[in-house]
């Protein structure tokens, strides 16, 4: 049962990062061994500083904090615990230079990947485990090509809203709420129309419908009822 909601977790925060403005993938980390992967991320997310979608008249606070002035890349976790202190990257990402150059090389952002910046990306994949570090871990990088903020967070359906202390990640009824706002069509928006064919949402279209479908706001606890089965 765990194994089987935590892959509706993961589409159900890609959704969530889909609404948000991010282009959203996972990323397999290879190892050189056949047959086996270092590591994994369940999210890739990539937003420009410029993305707007005022027509959907959606007025939710933006927990993600999103930039408005450099390229937002998220990089992050699903995690279903209910303890904060049991969330953690993979030691095969987090605990290996070469892992962590793997994937700077993926996102492309910097035409050469310095011994210094593999280091800069060691230290925020481990900043969950600083009891005195408060807000995302996330910094600001300029590279050849454009400015960057690189965010390192989870997304962890079964924990409470974070309390505004410690290490900041999103919780569930804060992606529940803003699908909720973005897609329910109980209200008519002039500007944007909210009932369509599911089908161009591809592997998100059943959690689009059961958004949609729902005649009253929906909680965490109706998504794991329905996905449950």
Not at 11 to 37: A, C, D, M, P, W
Not at 85 to 107: A, M, P, Q, T, Y
Not at 210 to 216: G, I, L, P
Request: hydrophobic residues 35%.
């Amino acid at each position: 049962m765990k194994k089987k909601i935590d892959k509706h977790y993961e589409f159900l925060t890609k959704l969530y990062l889909r609404l948000k403005g991010f282009i959203v993938s996972n990323l397999i980390i290879h190892s050189e061994q056949q047959g086996n992967s270092k590591s994994e991320l369940d999210i890739i997310g990539i937003r420009m500083p410029f993305h707007l979608q005022n027509d959907r008249q959606v007025n939710v606070p933006d927990y993600l904090e999103c930039s408005n002035q450099e390229i937002e890349i998220i990089i992050g976790d699903v995690k279903n615990y209910k303890k904060l202190d049991k969330v953690k990257f993979n030691e095969g990402l987090r605990k290996d230079c070469d892992s962590i150059k793997k994937l700077i090389e993926w996102l492309g952002c910097f035409e050469t990947v310095t011994p210094e910046l593999i280091t800069k990306f060691e230290v925020y994949l481990n900043l969950h485990r600083k009891p005195d570090w408060n807000g995302f871990a996330q910094f600001s990088e300029t590279s050849s090509i454009g400015k960057f903020n690189f965010k390192f967070t989870f997304f962890c359906p079964k924990l409470s809203k974070w309390n505004g202390n410690g290490f900041k990640y999103i919780a569930g009824e804060e992606m529940i709420n803003f699908i909720w706002e973005c897609l329910n069509d109980k209200q008519i928006i002039n500007s944007c129309s909210r009932r369509y064919a599911f089908e161009g949402w591809n592997e998100l279209k059943d959690y689009v419908r059961f958004f949609k479908d729902a005649t009253n706001k929906v909680t965490l606890g109706d998504f794991e009822q329905y996905f449950k089965t």
